[in-house]
């Protein structure tokens, strides 16, 4: 009987994390930066950071990849049948490996909706209650 091997990728929980930052890059520092009067900042960041526009100017495709990879990572991490060793060294690590990546998902998770949030829904909000 040939046993299912847990395939791992180590590399998928960073790439979220590394995605999900650039949506925070994109649409939530520069609102914060300008809210509390650094738009000086944010400009000489766009003056010296080119890649910081590009993000800005599509941040459909920058949350929507973001939103992939988090979805790709959730499957990962919660995928059924999964398996930690027998030996007591290796399920020790095979669950602390599983403790972080689920916190770097949530992490990954709560900088993504912080992007969103400012990219899309405090502007309906701030003028719906006409601040």
Do not use: D
């Not at 960041?45 to 590009?54: A, E, T, V």
């Amino acid at each position: 009987m040939v046993e299912n091997k847990l395939v791992e990728k180590p590399y998928l929980k960073w790439l979220a994390l590394f995605i999900a930052s650039g949506t925070l890059l994109c649409c939530a520092l520069p609102i914060l930066l300008v809210t509390l009067g650094f738009g000086a900042v944010v400009a000489s960041l766009n003056y010296n950071i080119p890649g910081l526009i590009f993000l800005a100017e599509h941040k459909v495709w920058t949350l929507s990849l973001a939103a992939l990879v988090l979805i790709a990572l959730a499957g990962v991490i919660w995928r059924p049948n999964q398996r930690c060793p027998t030996e007591p060294t290796l399920a020790a690590l095979c669950q602390k490996s599983k403790r972080w990546n689920t916190r770097i998902f949530w992490l990954s998770s709560m900088i993504w909706f912080i992007g969103f949030f400012t990219s899309y829904l405090l502007l309906p909000i701030r003028n719906f209650f006409n601040l």
